[in-house]
Nanobody
C-alpha cells in the first residue's frame, strides 16, 4: 500500500490543522491506520491509531482531548484533526498502515512520506 500524507503547515498556538493520509493499492477498510510524529533531535513517537473496523481508537497521552483520528473508507483516507495546537506539537507527522493493528515497529507496515507541522508560540 502507498500512503500520501498532506495537510501540514504553519499555525499559531491554539490553532487547528487537519492532516490527511490517502492510501492507494489497498483498501483502508481492511487496514489499521495510525499517525506518528518526529520532532528534531527526538525519536519518532506514536500519536494515534484506529483499527480496521474503526471500533478501537488509541491516542498518546500528550494529545488526548485535542487530536482526533478518523477513517473514510469510501475515500481510502485517514484524517487527524488537531486542535488546540501547542509549540511542542511541532514535528514531521507520518501516517502508517498495518494489516491488523498499528505497532511501533518501524520495520512493519507501510509509511507515508511525512508532512511538516509547525506551531508558533
Amino acid at each position: 500500500v502507498q500512503l500520501q500524507a498532506s495537510g501540514g503547515g504553519l499555525v499559531q498556538a491554539g490553532g487547528s490543522l487537519r492532516l490527511s493520509c490517502a492510501a492507494s493499492g489497498y483498501s483502508v477498510d481492511t487496514l489499521a491506520m495510525g499517525w506518528f510524529r518526529q520532532a528534531p533531535g527526538k525519536e519518532r513517537e506514536f500519536v494515534a491509531s484506529i483499527t480496521w473496523s474503526g471500533n478501537t481508537i488509541k491516542y498518546a497521552e500528550s494529545v488526548k482531548g485535542r487530536f482526533f483520528i478518523s477513517k473514510d473508507n469510501a475515500k481510502s483516507t485517514v484524517h487527524l484533526q488537531m486542535n488546540s495546537l501547542r509549540p511542542e506539537d511541532t514535528a514531521i507527522y507520518y501516517c502508517k498502515a498495518e494489516r491488523v493493528v498499528i505497532t511501533t515497529r518501524p520495520d512493519l507496515g507501510s509509511w507515508g512520506q511525512g508532512t511538516q507541522v509547525t506551531v508558533s508560540s
